[in-house]
């Protein structure tokens, strides 16, 4: 895939910051996508101790939900752990296992933020940028913001808050589980977002996209 916003990735923590922030006012937070017949699920592992960064994308079909294809790579761990600055850390293989796949998606679906994030740019909305791809940020855990209590029931949300604005959604895509924190990463608005996303769900709290791409990037027996 063509990366169609490149920076360097040898940053200090203050730069890759600015970096961030410059790159918030590119994100597009309404819907500019085409027809998703390709959703792809993007997932890191770590290798000897976080030394080698293992970046595993996982490409189904839309609606069915069907594997289709998939890629890993490997690269030496060149950024050190920061929390908000992961990105940094993760991205530079997610685009090697990105530049593996025979044809590109229509949609990422990344594990971790997309805007809900301090500086409105997680890692989904990071890479979406890099690849001008649409992505959506579907963490497990909330890094930034506040919300209300989340209904019990099958694909109810409540809004997740900074600041006076919605950042994402706290999703219940499975009654009686912990809900997930979806947000917009780039080209796609957050109700389409919960879409997609409760789309990608059968009866597992995280999407088949995330679970097909957590297999490879962090199970003993992965390979290229």
């Not at 594997?67 to 060149?78: I, Q």
């Not at 209904?151 to 959604?169: H, K, S, Y």
Request: with cysteine.
């Amino acid at each position: 895939m063509k990366t169609e916003f490149a920076h360097p990735w040898d940053l200090e923590p203050a730069a890759a910051m600015a970096l961030q922030r410059d790159g918030r006012a590119r994100l597009i937070l309404v819907d500019r996508l085409g027809p998703v017949r390709r959703v792809a699920g993007i997932d890191v592992g770590f290798e000897d101790g976080g030394a080698v960064t293992r970046a595993a994308v996982a490409v189904l079909n839309y609606p069915g939900l069907e594997l289709l294809e998939t890629a890993l790579a490997r690269r030496p761990t060149a950024f050190p752990y920061v929390p908000g600055l992961l990105s940094f850390r993760e991205l530079p293989a997610v685009l090697d296992a990105l530049e593996r796949l025979r044809e590109a998606p229509d949609l990422l679906l990344c594990d971790g933020q997309g805007i809900a994030h301090p500086r409105r740019f997680g890692i989904a909305s990071h890479l979406g940028l890099l690849v001008e791809v649409p992505s959506i940020g579907v963490a497990k855990s909330r890094l930034y913001g506040q919300h209300d209590a989340v209904p019990e029931a099958r694909g109810a949300w409540t809004p997740l808050r900074a600041t006076g604005e919605v950042i994402g959604a706290v999703l219940r895509t499975r009654t009686g589980v912990k809900p997930l924190y979806v947000s917009s990463g780039h080209r796609v608005s957050l109700e389409t977002a919960v879409d997609y996303v409760m789309g990608c769900c059968t009866r597992y709290r995280l999407p088949e996209t995330t679970r097909h791409a957590h297999r490879l990037a962090s199970g003993p027996s992965a390979k290229d």
